[in-house]
């Protein structure tokens, strides 16, 4: 019996995130022999034919095809579907009874919903209605963000979902937490000793959390401009980051016990109130400018499909405050934005500084101790010291060492992981419902301040690290953000 057997019925087979992403990770489970088979869903009128041609494309573009594609291919079929007809489900369950016999796929079904959002209710209810998730073997649900545009409709939707599956059947994906260097915060936290003793608030100065792109809202307006970067990034990858870099050890390395501490770190961020909005976040939006590589970018508003006067944020930086134990008085600085000065993902850990009197008074190269978390482009670690100048002369300079993972991460290898995950039945690294929850809770406020008091949308120019605001929450403070590396 092969028990990475399933059905994948993918609603939005023929999107973006499908070819960019699931199609290359999907080739590469198949390389791995996991043994399913794919039915694509969407509107388009497709047949199989068409439909396996578009997936052969994605391998092109994303991937690296070689001869086995021919056979990977035969395992997509396709389902034109508008997702609203009930009864078109019933031809969909025909299909998936068929290719379960046809590929023996032991009865399992994975369901991921790859939409806009305000379809994953009712697909849901109309899988049930039509049988779909009434299979002989295990079923689960995958299902992209956002998850609920605030905690009211998070909760809505939550129930549900609810209705047909169990918590521990729902994958809520979050791709950074597929992420290598993600998913290596715990490792290098919990099995280094020297690491895990300072890591707290009598040696750790701040951390600072940043995910930059370049790349501006692109063809995404319609859902972007009513999202933003609040909703985009903060409340789920952003604060992700924040949960692993600051929660507890688990009592066991088991997904309830890691999950149970990140829901607390979550738990623990200082609510904002009305007057720390203001001087604790700072949201921004992108005119005009040059990018690194001399291109000349459009602002945000003069996008296409924008609206002139959009209130969106396209960058946002935050100050949070966890108050527990460990973290009291040490403040986690996170942002992220597009059209910033790179792409780029980065956890710095910033130690306090050295007594510098008596006995460091002449070293004016002393730099505090920095260990940086590469996430992305480059997978690794450093981690910057100060030594003795190499010279007859008295001084320090800094050095750093480095590790870095020559593993090129493409993009497409998180969903592996994730997908692979799911197949295992390891929702370790999916959001459970209170994560979510506790994210939305401290994005709702935010989001209510800015629509209801009168915050600045501070610009800033394309090709830059944000607005001027951002630099001065961390001046306020007397930090400073660390250059990307
Ligand atoms: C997605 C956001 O979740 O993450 C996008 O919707 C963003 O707006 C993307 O561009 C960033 O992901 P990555 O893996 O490229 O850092």
């Known amino acids: 019996v092969n028990s990475n057997a399933t059905t994948i019925i993918l609603f939005g087979a023929t999107g973006d995130l499908a070819r960019r992403k699931l199609y290359p990770a999907l080739y590469s489970l198949y390389k791995k022999k996991n043994n399913f088979a794919v039915i694509g869903v969407a509107r388009r009128d497709y047949d199989h034919e068409v439909f396996r041609q578009n997936v052969y494309e994605s391998l092109k573009n994303h991937s690296n095809p070689e001869n086995d594609a021919e056979d990977f291919i035969k395992r997509f079929y396709y389902y034109p579907l508008d997702v609203k007809d009930t009864k078109a489900y019933d031809g969909l369950k025909e299909l998936a009874d068929q290719l379960n016999d046809q590929f023996d796929l032991q009865g399992n079904r994975m369901f991921y919903l790859s939409l806009a959002p305000e379809f ?180 945000y508003r003069e996008e296409e499909n924008i609206k002139e006067q959009s209130m969106t944020d396209t960058f946002v930086a935050a100050k949070l405050h966890i108050d527990n134990f460990r973290w009291a008085g040490v403040p986690f600085y996170i942002r992220t934005g597009k059209r910033m000065t790179a792409k780029s993902t980065e956890i710095v850990v910033q130690f306090k500084d050295a007594p510098k009197r008596p006995y460091f008074n002449n070293f004016n190269d002393l730099q505090p101790n920095l260990l940086v978390i590469h996430v992305q482009p480059d997978e690794g670690l450093s981690l910057k010291l100060n030594a003795k100048k190499f010279s007859t002369g008295g001084g320090s300079i800094p050095i750093t060492m480095n590790f870095s993972n020559s593993n090129n991460d493409d993009g497409s290898s998180a969903y592996e992981r994730l997908i692979q995950d799911c197949i295992h039945g390891d929702s370790t690294n999916f959001t459970r419902w209170d994560e979510v929850a506790l994210s939305w809770q401290f994005v709702d406020y935010i989001a209510e301040a800015w629509k209801e008091r009168n915050i600045p949308l501070d610009r800033y120019e394309a090709g830059t690290m944000g607005p001027a605001s951002a630099h001065e929450l961390l001046a306020k403070d007397g930090h400073h953000w660390w250059p990307l590396t």
């Not at 952003?238 to 009592?251: C, D, G």
């Not at 997904?255 to 921004?284: C, Q």
Request: net charge negative; aromatic share 8%; glycine share 6%.
């Open 120 to 299: 994953f209710a009712p697909v849901t209810l109309n899988l049930k209605q039509a049988g779909l998730t009434t299979n002989t073997g295990w079923k689960r649900l995958v299902i992209e963000k956002p998850f609920g545009r605030d905690l009211e409709s998070a909760a809505e939707l939550n129930n549900s979902i609810h209705e047909v599956f169990e918590e521990s059947e729902i994958y809520r994906i979050d791709h950074y937490l597929g992420k290598e260097m993600v998913q290596n915060i715990q490792v290098i936290r919990f099995a280094n000793p020297i690491f895990e003793g300072i890591w707290n608030n009598r040696y750790i100065s701040n951390i600072q959390i940043t995910s930059s792109e370049t790349l501006g809202v692109g063809e995404r307006a319609s859902y972007y401009d009513h999202t933003g970067a609040l909703m985009d990034m903060i409340q789920n990858h952003m604060l992700q980051m924040v949960a692993l870099t600051a929660m507890e050890p688990p009592s066991r390395f088991v997904t309830e016990d890691i999950r149970d501490e990140k829901v607390k770190v979550l738990r623990s961020i200082r609510p904002l109130t009305d007057s720390t909005v203001a001087n604790s976040v700072v949201r921004g939006q992108y005119t005009r400018g040059t990018m690194p590589n001399g291109d000349v970018v459009k602002g």
